[in-house]
């Protein structure tokens, strides 16, 4: 299994953030993907997902503000967050979904300033 979760930084509240995930194209092209995320002190949580078809969907915390696509003939998975809020201060990982694969990476840190 080869994740690579990429893009993460420091942002001021309102700004964007594109990360991007990178991974091995025999995993990537059959299966449906998740960004997850863990915030300090908190269980890791699902953000959004999306189908090996395309279809999308989003945590009710980030819908209309976070936008989940797929280019699968680059084997990478993106997430743009647009309007970021303090509270979307997190570690960030890509994984399979919606049973994910026991290994997570590194993730990438999203770190949000008010």
């Known amino acids: 299994v080869q994740l690579q979760a990429s893009g993460g930084g420091l942002v001021q509240a309102g700004g964007s953030l594109r990360l991007s995930c990178a991974a091995s194209?025999?995993?990537?092209?059959?299966?449906?993907m998740g960004w997850y995320r863990q915030a300090p002190g908190k269980t890791r949580e699902l953000v959004a997902s999306?189908?090996?078809?395309?279809?999308?969907n989003y945590a009710d915390s980030v819908k209309g503000r976070f936008t989940i696509s797929r280019d699968n003939a680059k084997n990478t998975m993106y997430l743009q967050m647009d309007s970021l809020k303090p509270e979307d201060t997190a570690v960030y990982y890509c994984?399979?979904?919606?049973?994910?694969?026991?290994?997570w990476g590194q993730g990438t840190l999203v770190t949000v300033s008010s």
């Open positions: 994984n399979k979904w919606p049973y994910p694969w026991t290994y």
């Open positions: 194209r025999i995993i990537f092209n059959i299966n449906h």
């Open positions: 999306i189908t090996s078809g395309g279809n999308t």
